[in-house]
């Protein structure tokens, strides 16, 4: 069976920049994440037309902003609709690639690249600061290149996200308790969570050090924090409940 990969990035980048509001982000991250994985699945759809422009941005964009044109409750409906579309006929999703403003995808791709850069400084400020003298017990040895080069992916993806998403929120309602829109569900280790102690106790001192009152590294309750930190792993269960959908088959025809 086919594992569901890691949320890109670039997708919230395209729900956040690409819509007047999102009524219903949880339809709209689920589709985008389902379109990535059938985009691995079918690799006879011509999809390096999307790599040799963009990456893997642009199809992010277009399954939100399908989705989200009807932000009532048959958003849900429509989320399944696309799904099986993909499933059934995923050349017609794919046609719609063409239609998409390049001159909008490019401005992303800047963001994109900004936040990058944010991330992998503070990144390397609180491995500084780790190896200058906290209890570092239990935590992965970042003198290792491989263990430093995995972590760094870690926390710049989950760093990305807490951004955006904060932005997000910020944006189409600010009353909203954010903690009730997630529904990331992940793997934990005893080692994560340590090193991402050390990165909520520094990160944020860190971050107002070298970029202000204005910085990149926004304060959220624990909770919210824990939810971004471990969302890359996210398996075919945890989507089926989420989904609350009992006769979708999480599982694409593979071609």
Same mark, same amino acid.
């Given at each position: 069976?086919?594992?569901?990969?890691?949320?890109?990035?670039?997708?919230?980048?395209?729900? %956040?920049?690409?819509?007047?509001?999102?009524?219903? !982000?949880?339809?709209?991250?689920?589709?985008?994440? &389902?379109?990535?994985?059938?985009?691995?699945?079918?690799?006879?759809?011509?999809?390096?037309?999307?790599? #040799?422009?963009?990456?893997?941005?642009?199809?992010?964009?277009?399954? @939100?902003?399908?989705?989200? /044109?009807?932000?009532?409750?048959?958003?849900?409906?429509?989320? !399944?609709?696309? %799904?099986?579309?993909?499933? /059934?006929?995923?050349?017609?999703?794919?046609?719609?690639?063409?239609?998409?403003?390049? *001159?909008?995808?490019?401005?992303?791709?800047?963001?994109?690249?900004?936040? *990058?850069?944010? @991330?992998?400084?503070?990144?390397?400020?609180?491995?500084?600061?780790?190896?200058? +003298?906290?209890?570092?017990?239990?935590?992965?040895?970042?003198?290792?290149?491989?263990?430093? @080069?995995?972590?760094? #992916?870690? %926390?710049?993806?989950?760093? &990305?996200?807490?951004? !955006?998403?904060?932005?997000?929120?910020?944006?189409?309602?600010?009353?909203?308790?954010?903690? #009730?829109?997630?529904?990331?569900?992940?793997?934990?280790?005893?080692?994560?969570? #340590?090193?991402?102690?050390?990165?909520?106790?520094?990160?944020? *001192?860190?971050?107002?050090?070298?970029? +202000?009152? *204005?910085?990149?590294?926004?304060?959220?309750? @624990?909770?919210?924090?824990? /939810?971004?930190?471990?969302?890359?792993?996210?398996?075919?269960?945890?989507?089926?409940?989420?989904?609350?959908?009992?006769?979708?088959?999480?599982?694409?025809?593979?071609?």
């Amino acid at each position: 069976m086919p594992q569901f990969v890691d949320l890109p990035c670039e997708m919230v980048v395209a729900i %956040f920049k690409h819509l007047d509001y999102v009524n219903d !982000l949880f339809s709209c991250m689920t589709t985008c994440r &389902y379109f990535y994985r059938c985009s691995k699945a079918y690799r006879n759809l011509g999809l390096e037309m999307v790599v #040799k422009h963009v990456g893997y941005l642009l199809p992010f964009a277009i399954a @939100a902003e399908a989705v989200s /044109d009807s932000p009532q409750p048959c958003s849900r409906a429509m989320a !399944l609709k696309m %799904f099986q579309c993909l499933q /059934d006929d995923p050349g017609a999703l794919v046609n719609r690639l063409y239609h998409y403003p390049l *001159e909008s995808l490019a401005y992303l791709q800047e963001m994109h690249d900004r936040m *990058e850069i944010f @991330a992998n400084l503070i990144f390397r400020g609180i491995c500084d600061h780790i190896t200058r +003298g906290v209890n570092t017990r239990g935590l992965p040895n970042l003198s290792s290149p491989a263990v430093f @080069a995995q972590q760094k #992916k870690h %926390f710049c993806r989950a760093f &990305y996200r807490l951004e !955006l998403y904060v932005r997000l929120f910020e944006k189409t309602n600010p009353r909203r308790d954010p903690g #009730k829109e997630m529904f990331f569900f992940g793997t934990e280790s005893r080692d994560q969570i #340590k090193l991402w102690s050390a990165v909520v106790e520094t990160g944020i *001192e860190f971050n107002r050090d070298n970029f +202000g009152d *204005e910085g990149f590294l926004s304060e959220l309750p @624990a909770t919210v924090i824990d /939810d971004l930190k471990f969302s890359w792993n996210f398996d075919a269960p945890h989507l089926q409940r989420s989904l609350n959908i009992g006769y979708y088959n999480s599982r694409p025809r593979m071609v």
